[in-house]
């Protein structure tokens, strides 16, 4: 790729999103990602706006991209009306596009977040669902939590919900036609291409660092060297 | 029987024009809405390079004009287009024919509650360089603390700033700020004094002199950044957060007071005089002049001319500069040169 | 020749035996002190080097030529050299004459050694004999020799450029003592041997005098109270003498023989720094010298008042002192006894603690390995020919031209070459830095090196050790390339002043091969004072304290001098006097690389053509 | 703090809400964890106030939080929004309500995205149909949830049987609000009050007799991150957020948290508890947390719903002290039953974390 | 106690008010031309210690002014002068960076 700002330009999260920075900082002043790792989405926009394919690059291959909570309290303060957020979105969205991501501890966990969502949407028609929930992968859910999960359709059937029942309500069974027509958008508008794409540089990257792809998976998910948050 | 000429505003620029046109033998009629002549200069306390004393200036220069025509509390109701020249009528019933009209309606501060994360208005202890100018002037404000350990000015409130609709830069703040700034140190020899600052635009005579002392002999911390957002700890204390963008951190601090600067902005009612007169509007909102260059004081209209604010942001000596050129260019125009 | 008393003695000799006893007991306690002040390889060297014949002639050459005559400052103005020369020859004549005339005629005497001072009181008719009347005139010779030396101290006090000198420095209450005493001296001598020339005899001068006196003071009973007074001179003047500046006439017989016997200055305070400090004769040649002198502020900061804080021991001057010289040499060039100014200040810097020690071990040192082998050029810039890119681009330019293959080891920047850090007197972060460039240069396999600034030359030749490595200054490389006929010159039409860079000039000694090299170029001239006289830019990073904006007073100075060569552009050998002289020259300032490149093509131009 | 000044902002952010029929979706992250909150959202707005909330089955997640996780593109969460917006059209409505405010977020930034690049809104039309055969209008009017609540406030609090007022002391109860980042920070037209002043909560809070304490970091985000909580690995991102908040909130005594967010209201209940377990330290009243509630939750304790009811039992922070203080009655014993009262054992007690 | 595989993180935000300054106010003392900087980095672009170990004169300015520990970076500088040369407000920066060496502790 020869123009990567001019591939950014294409995103409508970064023609939102990006117009021209001062450094003024109001962004970082307030990101809870610039608090707690070491990360200033200033500098993204500052660096994005030099236009220089080889430091945009840079960018798209770093763990910087995958800090931001997209909690877009930047885009509250902006005077030049950027949103950092936004263009963050773009970045990443490039980075995945390219294959970028596999070159940062961070980006790798495309992999598990791609499985996760796109099963559970593909499958259910939600983004969180209580059978692919794993305990022991959310002990800070608490002991509460344990005993709900154990007691799922009791304890649910206790808060009024409609758990994998026909018609509305809450947790309620989506209608397979319904999954189908999800499937079907997912097929129209990228999302399955998308998958692909984040497995097949996963998978090349996981040969690359000799593990398996369920290994890759899980590294990703659950580790994290030192060198993201303060210390 | 001398010639009239109608000049809207009675602040600094109209004073100044009056002033010379009286010199140049014709009859300034000065329309002011407030009960007073000065504008926003009679409410400043001391004017920078120089630290002169912004009263002695309005009062100088009133001594000067006394032999025009100054209508206070008046508004001017409707300018009409005459075969030659304009007729104007004012709010307290008085019409006065003229070829020429001095648009001299100046700028309005920004409302700093519109910067509702800087919580003017809402927080106790936030006010604004005017404010602050005020008390300087001896009046009582309770916001200002007795003997503030803390103090902050934010640089560019309301201007520079698109969600604000000011795109431009207010160009007296960052000087007004480190004056400030200097002035509440010799007030509060204790107090750590900050100034959060997007760029420090210091470009007249002297202001870089400012700064530079601002720094060695009262040792007025700069810090680069703009403040995001201001909360309000148990204590009534502000809590400031800002990105130190030269070590690339968040910076926190506690302030006992914050003052905002204020940018100036257009002043709407120059957008009433420009629908009256036909006026053309530049994209800033203030009134567009002939010619950025060559004719600042000219405007689109025959016999219609402008000085100071109304055309842009400007400082004293620059609306003084254009009040006294315009003055030039009335007589000239109306000499049919 | 009569022996007026028999027992060889009067009470009035007291106060200058006292005072003779005291300074002779001091210097003997002094020189015993700093001999073992030194190190015992120091002491060995200096001790060995007294009995060694070379040194001993050489001693007393230089202890004679320059304790004596003054040679030195005979050169730099005639009425000064003379004042010094004739009071310090002539007293010493005195003493000497007087030791002869006792050995020739009482040398039974010899031994009480106020005899030879106050010969003329113990002895009647001593010019009878022919002996005796040539020694009587050679002594009031003398002695008018002194007292002319005397009268033009007088004049000096009051018109002091008469001498040269446009400064001298105040003297304190105890020098002032020590001034006056010593004024008193001859005229009291002349009093005294007056009064009693018609008894022990006289010459030209005296007898006269006594003839005068005799006229309205016919009585004998005048006379000793005079011989009182020359001898309470005598005694106040030696007594203060170790309080005072005069206690640079033992110092520097001391300086001397540890000079020659090659010791160097290695402790701030002690052993020959010691000596050094003594030696300085407070005659404030190095006020003028400074260049700092050009601020009224300064005046206070040159070497003289070094060595009068550093006897007081007044620590906050000395640091002060220390800090604030710009370590340009010219006052120890100057200097007529050969106080190391710069030197003291480094050490007195060095005394200093610093809690947080440099740390290099960041660089890397495997940067350059094996870049210059197969006969490759080294080429070092400094760090602040970057600030004046002008000079690595004209070296480049030049190495092209004469088809020399170069590796440019700083060329995105390097390590420094240590030598700030030497003379901020940080000396074990310099040896860090030394060793680091040690092993990158070593590593690159050069065996050539070419250095263009003179502070990292002066660096390199006294503080590295590279073998098998060549270390070359750029001019003297410049030179080679024309003489081999690599580079071919062209005459320019300006004509350039050559300033020289304090580091090159009174630091490595490199005076004329530049302006050789500029001759063969363009047109020369010179500047009031050059050479080793030359005057420092003022952006010398010898001094620690000085501030930009005194700095401008100093460089304005540098440029007034070199102004008066009425040179249409000036030419120097250092970025740092380049960069410094650019900011207020109202005409070109240009690098000798960059005007070595400018005036000459290559060999091979003409022939590929 | 001027309080006249914040009224005079909230008076400048208000937006219009139509009183009824509306259209209504659900939060994945809501019928998860605060399952009846969504159920007594319908229970109050159909049959305590009578209005026509619509849902249908075939609606599905937004996906705002896959594609904030960066894991479907941007179009593919615009044609699940547009089908969204289909299923609304055939049911003849034309206001939109979702509870999620990520959702609610990722609606109105795709309409503004329509709005400004009509191209793409085309595009996701011409998508929509060759996937799904489907056409859709706009909603007329959007808003969340809490903005519905916040509408009716004043109908809730005449109908209310408790309210947020220590029944012991008479003091109204200190309260802080949160609200969800995408709820007013991207767009802060779109929220009631603005995004600095945010009135939806705080509103509901005065109506229902309470009184809001302001904090300095009201504003900062809970710390969900999307990809920072779901993965482990970044996690401590969000725990750290929350911990900021705590403590910039500690000096206050505040007894109760409101939040509009289904992610802010999980989070800062579970995050107090991991804390509480890694460092010891506790932000409430006795070594108990400070309760953290949705707005259903907490208008059905203003209208009387027995606490268990209103799936109070499945936060980890207790909520019994909040309960006694407004005087609430409720059977302790009941907790943790099932439905009649049913045994299906309890939860075990946290360590540090002082539960029931 | 539960292992969740994840911890605190410290914050990185700079506390004006908490800052210990005492540093600097001393070194201000010695050299007050350390209160005209401006922040420009010219030194830091210069800097011949910078591209080894970080040294920027600039930051550590900067960090005493914020209470930081600039030791690190101050380790590095050679004395060089270079940004004495390039200081547009004329801070004499070698006798700063001395002074500072001197009263760290």
Redesign the interface.
């Known amino acids: 790729m020869d123009h990567l700002f001019e591939e950014l330009e294409k995103d409508y999260r970064f023609k939102e999103g990006y117009h021209t920075c001062i450094n003024c900082g109001t962004c970082t002043a307030i990101c809870p990602a610039a608090e707690f790792y070491r990360y200033d989405p200033r500098k993204i926009v500052s660096i994005v706006q030099t236009r220089d394919d080889a430091q945009i690059e840079e960018l798209l291959c770093s763990d910087t991209i995958w800090y931001c909570g997209e909690c877009m309290s930047c885009v509250t303060r902006c005077p030049r009306k950027n949103g950092p957020g936004m263009v963050i979105m773009a970045l990443r969205d490039l980075s995945i596009r390219l294959g970028y991501f596999t070159e940062s501890e961070k980006g790798r966990q495309m992999l598990p977040l791609t499985h996760t969502f796109t099963r559970n949407i593909l499958e259910y028609g939600y983004c969180v669902y209580p059978a692919t929930f794993d305990w022991n992968d959310h002990k800070e859910s608490g002991p509460v939590w344990k005993w709900h999960m154990d007691h799922l359709e009791k304890s649910l059937a206790r808060q009024g919900a409609n758990y994998q029942g026909e018609g509305p309500g809450v947790l309620r069974k989506i209608p397979q036609e319904s999954l189908d027509e999800l499937k079907a958008i997912f097929d129209v508008t990228g999302a399955t291409e998308r998958i692909r794409l984040v497995e097949d540089y996963s998978r090349r990257k996981a040969e690359e660092m000799g593990l398996s792809l369920e290994e890759y998976e899980r590294t990703a998910f659950e580790y994290s060297s030192d060198k993201h948050f303060n210390e | 029987m001398k010639e009239n000429v109608v000049i809207i505003g009675g602040g600094v620029a109209g004073m100044e024009a009056a002033r010379q046109l009286l010199f140049l033998g014709y009859n300034p009629i000065v329309v002011e809405q407030q009960d007073h002549l000065g504008g926003h200069v009679s409410q400043w306390n001391r004017l920078f390079p120089d630290m002169a004393s912004a009263q002695d200036l309005v009062r100088h220069m009133g001594e000067e004009i006394v032999d025009a025509n100054i209508f206070l509390e008046t508004k001017v109701n409707f300018i009409n287009r005459l075969r030659e020249g304009y007729l104007v009528m004012l709010s307290n019933g008085v019409s006065v024919a003229c070829r020429a009209i001095l648009i001299a309606s100046g700028f309005r501060l920004f409302d700093a509650t519109r910067k509702e994360e800087y919580g003017y208005g809402v927080y106790d202890h936030v006010i604004t360089n005017a404010d602050l100018e005020n008390w300087f002037n001896g009046n009582a404000d309770s916001r200002i603390p007795a003997a503030p350990k803390s103090v902050g000015f934010v640089h560019c409130v309301g201007s520079r700033d698109l969600k604000a609709g000011n795109s431009q830069c207010s160009k007296v703040c960052c000087m007004t700020a480190v004056k400030q700034a200097i002035e509440m140190k010799e007030h509060f020899p204790d107090a750590r004094i900050y100034c959060f600052y997007m760029d420090l635009r210091l470009f007249g005579k002297k202001y870089e002199d400012f700064y530079i002392n601002a720094q060695q002999e009262h040792g007025v911390q700069f810090i680069r950044g703009r403040i995001s957002e201001v909360g309000e700890t148990l204590d009534g204390r502000l809590q400031v957060k800002a990105e130190d963008t030269l070590s690339g951190k968040p910076l926190r601090a506690q302030l006992d007071l914050l003052v905002l600067m204020a940018g100036m902005v257009c002043n709407p009612d120059a957008a009433e005089l420009a629908r009256m007169a036909r006026l053309e509007v530049d994209s800033d909102g203030f009134l567009r002049s002939a010619d950025n260059i060559a004719g600042i004081v000219g405007s689109n209209r025959p016999g219609i001319f402008y000085a100071g604010a109304c055309t842009g942001t400007k400082t004293v000596p620059e609306t003084l500069a254009e009040a006294r050129s315009a003055a030039l260019d009335i007589h000239r125009f109306i000499q049919g040169k | 020749m009569i022996e007026r008393f028999s027992s060889g003695f009067h009470p009035f000799v007291l106060p200058f035996l006292a005072g003779m006893i005291f300074v002779l007991g001091y210097c003997v306690y002094g020189i015993v002190r700093i001999l073992f002040q030194l190190s015992g390889e120091d002491r060995k060297k200096f001790l060995v080097s007294l009995v060694t014949p070379k040194t001993f002639v050489k001693n007393i050459r230089d202890i004679f030529c320059d304790c004596l005559l003054h040679v030195k400052l005979w050169k730099r103005n005639r009425l000064l050299g003379y004042m010094h020369s004739s009071i310090a020859f002539g007293w010493f004549m005195i003493i000497l004459l007087g030791h002869i005339e006792v050995m020739l005629f009482l040398p039974e005497r010899i031994h009480l050694f106020y005899y030879p001072i106050f010969f003329n009181f113990f002895v009647a008719e001593a010019d009878s004999t022919i002996q005796g009347s040539l020694l009587f005139f050679l002594m009031d010779f003398f002695l008018l020799v002194i007292l002319s030396g005397i009268g033009l101290a007088m004049v000096k006090r009051v018109r002091s450029r008469l001498f040269g000198m446009r400064r001298t420095p105040r003297p304190s209450l105890l020098n002032q003592i020590g001034l006056y005493s010593l004024w008193a001296i001859f005229p009291l001598r002349l009093l005294a041997e007056s009064f009693t020339a018609h008894i022990s005899g006289g010459s030209f001068l005296t007898i006269p005098a006594n003839w005068v006196f005799r006229q309205f003071l016919g009585n004998d009973l005048n006379m000793l109270p005079t011989w009182w007074a020359y001898s309470i001179a005598l005694g106040v003047f030696m007594s203060v003498l170790p309080f005072t500046r005069y206690m640079h006439i033992p110092a520097e017989m001391m300086l001397i023989p540890m000079r020659n016997a090659g010791l160097k200055v290695r402790n701030a305070r002690k052993g020959f720094a010691r000596v050094q400090v003594y030696a300085c004769p407070n005659c404030g040649v190095c006020i003028d010298a400074c260049p700092m002198s050009v601020d009224k502020a300064n005046l206070k900061d040159c070497t003289v008042y070094l060595t009068r804080q550093l006897r007081r021991g007044n620590e906050r001057r000395i640091a002060e002192i220390s800090d604030k010289c710009l370590l340009c040499g010219k006052c120890e060039a100057v200097c007529q006894v050969g106080v190391e100014g710069p030197k003291l200040r480094v050490l007195n810097r060095a005394e200093r603690k610093y809690a947080v020690k440099a740390d290099y071990s960041d660089i890397p040192t495997g940067t350059l390995a094996g870049a210059a082998e197969g006969g490759k050029v080294l080429y070092y810039s400094g760090c602040m020919s970057q600030l004046v890119p002008s000079i690595g681009r004209s070296m480049e330019s030049l190495f092209r031209k004469a088809g020399v293959d170069f590796c440019w080891m700083d060329r995105d920047g390097g390590v420094c070459c240590g030598r700030p850090m030497l003379t901020a007197g940080r000396l074990e972060e310099a040896r860090e830095i030394v060793r680091k460039n040690t092993e990158i240069i070593l590593q690159s396999g050069a065996d050539t090196m070419v250095v263009s600034c003179p502070i990292c030359y002066k660096m390199f030749t006294e503080e590295y050790s590279l073998p098998g490595i060549r270390v070359v200054h750029y001019v003297h490389y410049m030179e080679e390339l024309l003489e081999q006929g690599r580079l071919v010159p062209r005459r320019g039409d300006l004509c350039y002043v050559y300033h020289d860079p304090c580091e090159l000039g009174r630091g490595c000694g490199i005076y004329e091969e530049p302006r050789r090299l500029l001759g063969r170029l363009s047109s020369i001239a010179e500047a009031e004072k050059n050479r080793a006289e030359s005057v420092c830019c003022g952006g010398s990073l010898g001094s620690l304290s000085l501030s930009f904006a005194k700095r401008e007073k100093i460089t304005r100075a540098a440029l007034d001098n070199l102004y008066t060569s009425k040179a249409d552009a000036i030419a120097t050998a250092c970025p740092l006097c380049t960069a410094t002289f650019a900011r207020y020259a109202d005409r070109p300032v240009r690098d000798l690389a960059e005007i070595v490149d400018l005036y000459t093509d290559g060999k091979l131009k003409p022939d590929t053509i | 703090m001027i309080y006249e000044g914040k009224q005079k902002i909230w008076k400048d952010y208000q937006k219009e809400i139509p009183d009824d029929h509306w259209y209504y979706v659900r939060s994945c992250i809501r019928q998860n964890f605060f399952p009846a909150s969504e159920r007594k959202f319908t229970d109050i707005t159909q049959q305590v106030l009578g209005k026509d909330v619509y849902e249908t089955p075939y609606h599905t997640t937004c996906g705002g939080i896959a594609y904030h996780c960066d894991a479907i593109p941007q179009e593919t969460a615009m044609t699940i929004v547009a089908r969204q917006f289909a299923l609304m059209t055939e049911a003849g409505y034309e206001n939109y309500v979702p509870s999620c405010v990520t959702s609610f977020g990722n609606y109105i930034e795709i309409l503004e995205t329509w709005h400004e690049f009509p191209e793409q809104e085309a595009r996701i039309r011409e998508q929509l149909w060759k996937a799904t055969r489907r056409e859709f209008k706009k909603p007329k009017y959007l808003a969340h949830t809490s903005d519905l609540i916040y509408h009716w406030r004043n109908e809730i609090a005449e109908k209310a049987s408790v309210r947020l007022i220590d029944h012991e002391t008479g003091e109204p109860m200190r309260m802080a609000e949160h609200i969800g980042c995408h709820y007013a920070k991207m767009f802060p037209s779109k929220g009631i009050g603005g995004a600095e002043y945010p009135y939806v909560l705080a509103g509901m809070i005065e109506s229902w007799g309470g009184q809001v304490v302001d904090y300095p970091e009201r504003r900062h985000c809970c710390g969900y991150g999307f990809r920072q909580y779901h993965m482990k690995a970044n996690r401590g991102y969000c725990v750290s957020n929350t911990h900021k908040k705590f403590e910039s909130m500690e000096p206050y005594g505040i007894q109760a948290i409101l939040t509009n967010c289904p992610g802010c209201c999980y989070f800062m209940d579970r995050w107090q508890y991991v804390i509480a377990e890694q460092t010891g330290k506790t932000y409430g009243k006795d070594g108990f947390g400070i309760p953290v509630f949705t707005y259903e939750e907490l208008a059905g304790l203003v209208l009387g719903y027995d606490p268990w009811d209103l799936g109070l039992q499945l936060h980890q922070v207790a909520v019994e002290p909040f309960l006694d203080r407004i005087g609430v009655q409720y059977d302790p014993k009941a907790k943790y039953l099932g439905l009649n009262r049913e045994d299906i054992l309890r939860p075990e007690l946290p360590t540090n974390l002082k539960c029931f | 106690?539960?292992?969740?595989?994840?911890?605190?993180?410290?914050?990185?935000?700079?506390?004006?008010?908490k800052a210990d300054t005492r540093l600097y106010e001393r070194l201000?003392s010695l050299s007050?031309?350390a209160?005209?900087?401006?922040?420009c980095g010219s030194c830091s672009a210069?800097c011949?210690a910078g591209?080894?170990?970080g040294m920027s004169l600039?930051?550590v300015i900067?960090?005493l002014?914020?209470g930081q520990d600039v030791?690190p970076m101050?380790?590095?500088?050679?004395?060089?002068?270079?940004c004495?040369?390039?200081?547009p407000?004329?801070?004499?920066t070698?006798?700063l960076i001395?002074n500072?060496?001197?009263?760290?502790?």
Do not use: E, H, W
């Open positions: 106690m539960t292992d969740f595989g994840f911890t605190l993180s410290r914050s990185s935000a700079l506390d004006l008010t201000c007050p031309d209160r005209t900087c401006m922040g210069t011949t591209p080894y170990n600039r930051k900067l960090g002014q914020r030791r101050l380790k590095g500088c050679m004395l060089c002068g270079k004495t040369m390039v200081c407000r004329g801070i004499n070698r006798q001395l500072l060496c001197r009263i760290y502790d």
